[in-house]
């Protein structure tokens, strides 16, 4: 399976089966966590067996049960270190699925986690890992009209890609960015309103465009 193919079957799971990751699944998890972290800047770890990270009242209010896998996205704090973990976060939440597990993006309902940070580090983010009780459900989206209003008349690698971006997940399915068709083959997708993660969104959403559309086939404005 690509990763492109893994858009259309990755959705959110917050609820695990108390089963643990192979050891070839782990390698492979492992290398890409790796090449990820140096294209990106960023310091992904991967957190295995450790059920404390979750195990507490937060993570129960945000309906999180059996996580015992997790993923930490750091790096040096830095003006786009937000959207690159967005971005590159995403790359693995995808790479997870073509691999038979889930995940969930999650932003404060944890406990403390077990990165070890270099200095002058930040942690963003943590993804949830695992073999889901379920395959979790499709998000429901917001007037196309209103995300992408260039969509009815565009080229059809643009269509794709905000097809592949409508499906991408963001802060509490909150979807506030725009994606705009410019001169040429120029793309331009930018945030909409105030709200949480909304960095961390434009990365992730920018992720699923590119594979949508093909980066061969336009230029981010």
């Known amino acids: ?31 890409y966590a790796f090449l990820l972290s140096k294209q990106g800047g ?22 999180f049960e ?24 995403e790359l693995f939440v995808l790479k997870a699925q073509t691999l038979g597990l889930n995940t969930c993006w999650v932003a404060l309902t944890h406990g403390k986690s077990r990165a070890v940070l270099k200095d002058g580090e930040k942690e963003v983010i943590l993804i949830s890992l695992g073999y889901g009780e379920s395959q979790g459900v499709s998000h429901k989206n917001k007037d196309l009209s209103v995300l992408s209003p260039d969509y009815a008349g565009a080229p059809d690698w643009f269509k794709k890609g905000v097809d592949a971006a409508l499906k991408a997940p963001t802060a509490t399915n909150q979807q506030k ?10 793309v331009k997708i930018s945030t909409a309103g105030i709200g949480p993660y909304l960095k961390l969104d434009l990365g992730i959403v920018k992720c699923h465009f590119e594979l949508g559309a093909g980066k061969e086939n336009f230029e981010w404005a």
């Open 177 to 186: 960015f725009r994606i705009a068709l410019k001169e040429g083959n120029k």
């Open 42 to 63: 960023l310091n992904i770890q991967i957190v295995y067996d450790e059920p404390e990270c979750f195990n507490v009242r937060l993570a129960r209010y945000g309906h």
């Open 66 to 89: 059996n996580v015992k896998n997790y993923v930490v996205i750091s790096g040096k704090k830095e003006k786009d270190l937000e959207e690159r973990a967005g971005y590159y976060g």
């Open 1 to 31: 399976m690509e990763l492109k193919e893994a858009i259309d079957l990755r959705h959110s799971v917050r609820r695990y089966r108390d089963v643990p990751i192979e050891k070839d699944i782990r390698e492979q998890l492992d290398e």
